[in-house]
């Protein structure tokens, strides 16, 4: 816990470690009542340090005990170190030595999960990005790579299990019921990728052939009762390790490749070395308890920790500000594994969706940072969609500029080169430059600049002369501690329409012949103007085709464009945009409205020629229909009124499903067909839209959509129409059939935590259940758990996250209820606490009667006594300044 203010760390002082670790040699005892950590590091001097420091400075954090200390074999004198419980400094060290630290660790009592902990009775670890100092004292930083060689002891009949990174070289038994094993991994790798793992745990086997013809073992483990819950993660590692193989020419490197699963973690999953963890929920699906929304997660986050071997762990990063050089890179690889894998629009969608409603939202917060920050108080703050979203956006854009196969040199380039090394955002760039021979000095700015770029688009038509200009304007927006932005490098393709639909060539000179009908315009000064030759009549542009960079589009669209681009622009993703844009039109409209302005007949139009043609890709429908989210629609307001959106939206919901009804009746009962359940792009798209039809039908408690949902909800053989039948109901006025319903699926899955969390997530996101009282009632629901943080997310989480109209109610409740949490939260679990006042944050941007009750509820946070330095940061932030 903090005593005085936290220190901010900065970039611009990064110095070379003074000491360097070529092995450490770890052995655990592990107890009940806690572990004993005998370390033995090999060090020496840094040649490439100046050699000043006479003393050795390690990292710490709450270890309980520090037992002892040696030099080279002998036990130091108390006055020969310093036991600063942060930092220990062990004085006159020789050049080249062996230091051995015992220190004793209370992971029974960790409940920051962070270090060695426990989890339903299993010992794990997490070590990202600070963590090993809470295991041991050691140079707890990246750059610092070694060779590591772990001896696990422990009772056998409770921990059965005993992992680590690498390969098992030895296991035996010991007295008094314990037996060990131990692991050495060949590859140097900071203390951030160490993991153990003991537990009482099944194993499930496959194996992988090489493209070099390797066997590779690979093992998932969980506790007895998910055995069932296994395949599908094991699939997705397989196809993601071929994938890697062929678009990127990697190969896994180890013998075997371990994932395990955990039900209390701080984050999503976590990249080991050849010993992955995951958040239960990230990993463990069946066809009954996960939906295909879950199914998709996880494929994605398998592939994600998986891709890390290379982009992450062969090549890691130099210090925490480069942290988007694996995070966005790895990002970037899956999203393009998981578009491969399946819909590449559809993914497109999701993509921008999320960057657009939640990071744009950060990169105008007082959070604001550049993809590579310049400092940070907490470094676990920084695991942002600013570094994993936008940081992929970024690499993205390379991608986009070089052309895939030079992008592939590049990559070549960048893994041959810096392999087993520990570097920086500016050497991959490096790496595509000279691949490719291409110039992205300025293209660096993405990098260091932070704020989302405006473009303003304006365009003339010169019948005449036949020429259409564009002219694009882009503008930074000032964050915290950056004024007078410079412009950016941004590739923003179009495409141009003409009157029947047709793609028209994009002639940059007269008569051009053979002219594309896509182009990617690259901007680089503050405004450009575009010509484009040789037309007839005045064309209709796509703009910022398939997102070509994560930017705001400022364009004068009228509703007829929108929604002529809605069913004729070539490039998916556009045409899903015209439609949200359109929606967004329609329903920004009546923001604040009495409930007397009619509702643009064009948007009914629109939604009923989607609902029945069936010629279109059913997948891009489904997302087409779906409405821009509240959270959405907030971030593009300027001062929003919370409670009004949400009226607007339910308005236009409302009057859509009523217009509609029949062509939703049609299109639920065109999409409910037998057969086997799979997640193919087909089958999602199916149940997506047939849940979506009866989400609308009983948004109007329409009879016949009740007797559906529930005869749907009995009935279901999946858990996306289970689930998508209970949230219709949870959503409805029919609240005898909703109580029934949330009745009968807890007392059918109580004992799969998984399912526990989506029930909890269904009613605390609900506008129409998820009042304050129905909150306060799920924390007291016996499946609650404090020390859990998937249960404080699904509760807690979504209600400040996703039921927006109740967090945001006129007294202010909503935030007071947040503040209070994180305050309880703050001495168990900081990480978490830290990551659930986000939603306070973005004070200001509201009207001043939210705003101000937010900036108090953050008051009430600021003055809590021992405050940890992750909730310091990010309450003082968002207080600071203007
Ligand atoms: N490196 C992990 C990933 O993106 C992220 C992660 C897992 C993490 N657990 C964490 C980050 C705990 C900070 C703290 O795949
Ligand atoms: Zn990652």
Known sequence: MRTSQP????????????????????????????????????????????????????????????????????????????????????????????????????????????GLYKSSGMFCTQCEAEGFRCITYFPDRPDVMARFRTRIEADKASFPILLSNGNDVEKGELDGGRHFVTWEDPFPKPSYLFALVAGDLVEQRDSFETMSGREIDLRMYVEPRNVEKCAHAMDSLKRAMRWDEEVYGREYDLDIFMIVAVDDFNMGAMENKGLNIFNSSCVLASQETATDQAFQRIESIVAHEYFHNWSGNRVTCRDWFQLSLKEGFTVFRDSQFSADMGSPTVKRIEDATMLRTAQFAEDSGPMAHPVRPESYMEITNFYTLTIYEKGCEVVRMIHTLLGADMFRKGSDLYFERHDGQAVTTDDFVRAMEDASGRDLSQFRLWYEQAGTPE??????????????????????????????????????AVGLLGAGGESLPLKLSAGETDAPTDRILELTEASHTFEFHDLAERPVPSLLRDFSAPVRVYYPWTREQLMFLMSHDPDGFNRWDA???????????????????????????????????????????????????????????????????????????????????????????????????????????????????????????????????????????NMTDRMGALRALVNSGYEQARDEALGAFYERWKADPQVVEQWFAVQSGSSRTGGLPKIRELMEHPAFDWKNPNKIRSVIGVFAGQNLPAFHAEDGAGYRFLAEQVRRLDDSNPQIAARLVSPLTRWRKFAPVHGEQMKTALESIRDKSGLSRDVYEVVHKSLAGQ
């Not at 970039?11 to 450490?24: E, G, I, N, S, T």
């Not at 499903?657 to 089958?683: F, H, I, K, M, Q």
Request: aromatic fraction near 6%.
């Open 455 to 492: 473009l303003t688009v304006r365009d003339e038509f010169d019948q005449g002369a036949g020429i259409y200009r564009l002219t694009i304007e882009q503008v930074i927006p000032d964050t915290p501690g950056q004024t007078n932005k410079k412009p950016q490098h941004i590739p923003f």
């Open 579 to 717: 439609g949200q844009r359109l929606a967004v039109d329609v329903i920004s409209e009546l923001v604040g409205d009495t409930g007397n302005e009619a509702i643009d007949g064009g948007l009914t139009d629109a939604y009923r020629g989607l609902l029945s043609d069936v010629s279109l890709d059913q997948a891009l429908v489904a997302k087409m229909l779906q409405l821009p989210s509240e959270a959405y629609l907030i971030e593009l307001a300027e001062k929003p009124n919370v409670p009004a959106i949400h009226q607007a939206r339910e308005r236009v919901l409302k009057h859509l499903a009523a217009a509609l009804r029949d062509d939703l009746l049609a299109c639920y009962r065109r999409n409910t067909v037998e057969g086997r359940y799979e997640v193919t792009p087909e089958s999602v798209a199916r149940r997506s839209l047939r849940n979506t039809a009866l989400a609308w039908l009983l948004h109007i408690d329409d009879e016949e959509g009740r007797s559906l949902a529930v005869s749907q909800f009995e009935r279901a053989d």
């Open 7 to 114: 220190q901010t760390i900065y970039l611009k002082d990064y110095r070379v470690p003074a000491f360097l670790v070529d092995h450490v040699d770890l052995r655990f005892e592990l107890f009940e009542d806690g572990a004993r950590v005998y370390s033995l590091l090999s060090m020496r001097r840094n040649p490439d340090s100046d050699g000043s420091d006479t003393s050795l400075e390690l990292d710490g954090d709450s270890l309980t005990t520090l037992e002892s200390v040696s030099l080279d074999g002998s036990e130091l004198a108390k006055d020969a170190y310093e036991d600063r419980t942060d930092r220990l400094v062990v004085h006159d060290v020789p050049d080249q030595f062996e230091l051995g630290v015992v220190t004793w660790i209370e992971p029974q009592n960790n409940t920051r999960l962070e």
